[in-house]
C-alpha cells in the first residue's frame, strides 16, 4: 500500500509540476490585458474601433491634457500625429489594422530625443481609450 502510495504521489509531483509555468504565463497575460504594451518608451494599444473613431478620440485626448498638435500626416493606412507638451515631443501613430481595428503607438520624447517618457505615452493611450467609450 505505502508502494502505491508513493507512486501516486511521484506522478502527482510530476503532473502539476507543469502547473506552476502554466499559471505564471495566465497572470501575466491577464495582466497585460488591460492596457497596452510597452517596449523602450514606446506605448502601444489596439482598438477594436475604426481608425477615424480612434483619431477623433485622440485629439479629444490632447485637448483635455492640453497638449498642443503641431502636425498630421498620412502616408496610407497610417496616420502620424506630431504634439508638444512643455519640453516633451510626442509622436502618435494610428495605424488601420482592419477597417475595425486600430492600432496606437505613442512615443513622448524628453531632452531632444535621449530620453523616453512611458507614463505621458500611457496616459495619452489611457485618456484616449476614455474618449473612444463617449464617442
Known amino acids: ?6 507512486i ?3 506522478f502527482l509531483g510530476l503532473y502539476l509540476a507543469g502547473c506552476v509555468p502554466v499559471a ?11 492596457l497596452s504594451h ?13 481608425q477615424a473613431n480612434v483619431k477623433k478620440a485622440t485629439y479629444g485626448a ?21 504634439a508638444k ?13 482592419t477597417p475595425s481595428t486600430t492600432r496606437m503607438l505613442v512615443v513622448a520624447k524628453k531632452d531632444s530625443g535621449i530620453l523616453r517618457d512611458s507614463a505621458t505615452a500611457t496616459e495619452i493611450i489611457l485618456q484616449t481609450e476614455k474618449m473612444v467609450g463617449q464617442t
Do not use: C, H, W
Not at 24 to 34: C, F, I, L, P, R
Not at 62 to 82: P, Y
Not at 85 to 97: H, M, P, S
Open 1 to 6: 500500500m505505502k508502494t502505491i502510495a508513493k
Open 8 to 10: 501516486a504521489l511521484a
Open 24 to 34: 505564471v504565463t495566465a497572470a501575466g497575460v491577464g495582466m497585460a490585458t488591460g
Open 38 to 50: 510597452t517596449l523602450g518608451g514606446m506605448v502601444y494599444k489596439t482598438f477594436t474601433t475604426p
Open 62 to 82: 490632447l485637448n483635455r491634457m492640453q497638449i498642443r498638435v503641431v502636425d498630421t500626416k498620412r502616408n496610407g493606412s497610417t496616420e502620424l500625429i506630431t
Open 85 to 97: 507638451a512643455a519640453d516633451r515631443e510626442i509622436e502618435i501613430e494610428l495605424e488601420a489594422l
